[in-house]
């Protein structure tokens, strides 16, 4: 098997990990998002912490690279909050596609901090995909909107995060990443829970423990996915979380998306294809 079609495989698989991790977490019901969320970390860290222990690492990484670990960590958790909070709030595929704009946000954040020139073609993708997500918010400025805006808030605050890491790259290990991630996010949102916690139930409580183990095989699928292909090749393939998610709606959830919401799942995809083939182009010439 080629390294391109084992990092296509790997990708379904982080796509997959992440549907059932919203799912999850829905499941889990009328539970502060802050609470879920550091449940589903609390999972992360022990996983990560294994592999960080396996491989004799760092587990809070290099010193002169804590400045950058906190900013990614602080920004990953602001996003992750919000975008529970937009699943709890809304149809399971419509926030998973607000959520996944943070490619096309990364691209602006990109050039703006790390002075990676923006093309033509991306920058007429992200116009379409922006497009695209009207159709789903159908913003009425209303509180109606309130959950899609916790949903794009995701996307932004992910992409932030994801601009750090690309300014990291191979300066530490993914799994050192994860584990402080994880670690991060646990600590500083404990005060939280421990002032807004709901008691949960064994089955709540099983929920949030899958929600952290399918999380897990989500970020290390696609961390993997992007180290036996480049992201350019495969990303269009991480989209299938939303076919996953769209499924999960209508089967678990009897949530079906409306008619301009599958459009702008249509349009999103269509503006992330087009990005994907012109990268393949480009990268050809």
Same mark, same amino acid.
Do not use: C
């Given at each position: 098997?080629?390294?391109?079609?084992?990092?296509?495989?790997?990708?379904?698989?982080?796509?997959?990990?992440?549907?059932?991790?919203?799912?999850?977490?829905?499941?889990?019901?009328?539970?502060?998002?802050?609470?879920?969320?550091?449940? !589903?970390? &609390?999972?992360?860290?022990?996983?990560?912490?294994?592999? %960080?222990?396996? =491989?004799?690492? !760092?587990?809070? /990484?290099?010193?002169?690279?804590?400045?950058?670990?906190?900013?990614?960590?602080?920004? /990953?958790?602001?996003?992750? #909050?919000?975008?529970?909070?937009?699943?709890?709030?809304? #149809?399971?595929?419509?926030?998973?596609?607000?959520?996944?704009?943070s490619p096309f946000l990364l691209i602006i954040f990109s050039a703006l901090f790390l =002075?990676?020139?923006? !093309?033509?073609?991306?920058?007429?993708?992200?116009?379409?995909?922006?497009? /695209?997500?009207?159709?789903? &918010?159908?913003?009425? *400025?209303?509180?109606?909107?309130?959950?899609?805006?916790?949903?794009?808030? $995701?996307?932004?605050?992910?992409?932030?995060?994801?601009?750090?890491?690309?300014?990291?790259?191979?300066?530490?290990?993914?799994?050192?990443?994860? @584990?402080?991630?994880?670690?991060?996010?646990? #600590?500083?949102?404990?005060?939280?829970?421990?002032?807004f916690y709901e008691p949960m139930s064994l089955q709540q409580t099983l929920y949030l423990?899958? +929600?952290? %183990?399918?999380?897990?095989?989500?970020? @290390?699928?696609?961390?993997? +996915?992007?180290?036996?292909?480049?992201?350019?090749?495969?990303?269009?393939? *991480?989209?299938?979380? &939303?076919?996953?998610?769209?499924?999960?709606?209508?089967? #678990?959830?009897?949530?079906?998306?409306?008619?301009? $919401?599958?459009?702008?799942?249509?349009?999103i995809f269509g503006a992330s294809f087009y990005m994907f083939w012109k990268n393949k182009?480009? !990268?050809?010439?």
């Amino acid at each position: 098997m080629s390294n391109t079609n084992k990092g296509i495989l790997l990708l379904l698989s982080a796509a997959f990990g992440f549907a059932m991790m919203s799912t999850f977490v829905k499941l889990s019901g009328d539970l502060p998002a802050v609470q879920k969320t550091m449940f !589903r970390n &609390i999972v992360s860290a022990f996983i990560a912490f294994g592999f %960080v222990l396996y =491989n004799k690492e !760092r587990f809070f /990484g290099k010193k002169e690279h804590q400045k950058y670990l906190i900013l990614r960590s602080s920004l /990953g958790t602001l996003g992750m #909050v919000l975008y529970f909070y937009s699943i709890d709030h809304l #149809v399971l595929s419509d926030a998973d596609m607000l959520n996944k704009l943070s490619p096309f946000l990364l691209i602006i954040f990109s050039a703006l901090f790390l =002075n990676e020139k923006a !093309r033509k073609f991306q920058v007429v993708a992200i116009i379409i995909a922006f497009l /695209g997500t009207l159709l789903i &918010i159908k913003p009425q *400025f209303s509180v109606e909107t309130i959950p899609y805006m916790a949903g794009l808030s $995701s996307a932004i605050f992910a992409a932030l995060a994801y601009t750090v890491l690309r300014f990291l790259g191979d300066k530490e290990e993914y799994y050192t990443i994860v @584990f402080y991630f994880s670690f991060f996010s646990t #600590v500083v949102l404990l005060p939280f829970v421990a002032l807004f916690y709901e008691p949960m139930s064994l089955q709540q409580t099983l929920y949030l423990l899958l +929600a952290g %183990v399918f999380a897990t095989v989500g970020q @290390f699928g696609i961390t993997l +996915a992007y180290k036996f292909a480049p992201a350019k090749e495969i990303s269009i393939f *991480f989209y299938t979380n &939303i076919l996953f998610s769209a499924v999960i709606s209508i089967v #678990v959830f009897n949530q079906v998306p409306d008619a301009l $919401s599958f459009l702008g799942y249509a349009i999103i995809f269509g503006a992330s294809f087009y990005m994907f083939w012109k990268n393949k182009k480009v !990268r050809a010439s």
